[in-house]
Nanobody
């Protein structure tokens, strides 16, 4: 059974940092492209960042320079370091694993508010 379990979300003030984690099980983690998507209230789900099995990364323009995605294949975990958070970053953040099949986590809420 494949599981992607996100953690690290929660209320954060503008300008502060937060790190999300996603622990994967039931897949050969190292061969998957891992990603983070987000969905803000009333908006479509959008790609935030992803990292390939070889470590190549790409980011949404809105988070470039502020967010960093990384992975630890030994721990089957992908991370999203979010710095200089803005109220516009408020969303539910979802972890994804993509290969022949795609998998999604349940999501973790990140409200950015003072």
């Amino acid at each position: 059974q494949v599981q992607l379990v996100e953690s690290g979300g929660g209320l954060v003030q503008p300008g502060k940092s937060l790190r999300l984690s996603c622990a994967a099980s039931g897949i050969m983690f190292s061969i998957y492209t891992m990603g983070w998507y987000r969905q803000a209230p009333g908006k479509l789900r959008e790609l935030v960042a992803r990292i390939t099995s070889g470590g190549l990364t790409n980011y949404a323009d809105s988070v470039k320079g502020r967010f960093t995605i990384s992975r630890d294949n030994a721990k089957n975990t992908v991370y999203l370091q979010m710095n200089s958070l803005k109220p516009a970053d408020t969303a539910v953040y979802y972890c994804t694993a993509a290969s022949v099949r795609n998998y999604w986590g349940q999501g973790t809420q990140v409200p950015v508010s003072s």
